[in-house]
């Protein structure tokens, strides 16, 4: 059974500075892994989205990498800032039919102004 | 565009109560999954559908519950004879279609307390 494990559970940062958020996974075989944002009360918006061929994607301040082989993504946050303040979820996805995702239990990151 | 939409955005209840939470995906996607979030839980899969496929229930933790999705867009989740361990957020999301390359889009989701 796929288990996804998320480190830190959360972390506070001063404005500005870099941050790398850690996904680690159980079972190699998967289709691609997804990295989520989750405001108190909202649900899900996806960040980045990277296919099991890839090794990273960008998107602005943000870039995801994964590492099939070792089992590990990670998340890197340039230059954080307050609005950044949310929980971040990281989700594999199996190569078979269904594809339903298999979620870490979270980081929660706060950035002080 | 509309994204996926849930309604009630919450709901109180008491134990022993049935209930009924909505899902409106976007238009066109044929894949629709309900998650539930929780505390100590995290967030777990429970229920996909496919097109007119039958669903997959494999995720669904006891036979109080059940969902539908009648023709192939909006689906119910209904909670029988609900528990106070039934609390949490339900989520749902629906993509394009189920293959891996496509992403899932949720929705706000349904905070559900039982009293």
């Known amino acids: 059974k796929q288990e996804v494990t998320q480190i830190p559970a959360a972390l506070s940062v001063p404005e500005g500075e870099n941050l790398v958020l850690n996904c680690s996974f159980t079972?190699?075989?998967?289709?691609?892994l997804q990295w989520f944002r989750q405001d108190p009360g909202k649900g899900l918006t996806s960040l980045l989205l990277?296919?099991?061929?890839?090794r990273e994607q960008t998107s602005g301040r943000l870039n995801a990498s994964l590492d099939k082989s070792s089992g590990r993504s990670t998340l890197y946050i340039a230059a954080s800032q307050p609005g950044d303040s949310a929980t971040y979820l990281c989700?594999?996805?199996?190569?078979?039919?269904?594809?339903?995702?298999?979620f870490g239990g979270g980081t929660r990151l706060m950035v002080k102004p | 565009g509309a994204g996926v939409s849930q309604s009630p955005s919450n709901k109180v209840t008491e134990k022993g109560k049935d209930v009924e939470l909505r899902c409106d995906p976007i238009?066109?996607?044929?894949?629709l999954y309900w998650y539930r979030q929780s505390l100590g839980q995290g967030l777990e899969f429970l229920i996909y559908?496919?097109?007119?496929?039958?669903?997959?229930k494999s995720g669904l933790p006891s036979d109080r519950f059940s969902a539908e999705r009648t023709g192939g867009s909006v689906s119910t989740l209904t909670i029988q004879r609900t528990q106070q361990e039934d609390s949490a957020v339900y989520l749902c999301?629906?993509?394009?279609?189920?293959?891996?390359?496509?992403?899932?889009?949720f929705g706000p989701g349904t905070r559900l307390t039982v009293t």
């Open positions: 999301a629906s993509s394009l279609t189920s293959g891996g390359a496509y992403e899932q889009y």
């Open positions: 079972d190699s075989a998967i289709y691609n």
């Open positions: 990277i296919q099991s061929s890839q």
């Open positions: 989700a594999v996805r199996p190569p078979n039919a269904g594809n339903m995702l298999t």
């Open positions: 238009s066109g996607h044929t894949a």
């Open positions: 559908f496919q097109g007119n496929s039958a669903p997959d």
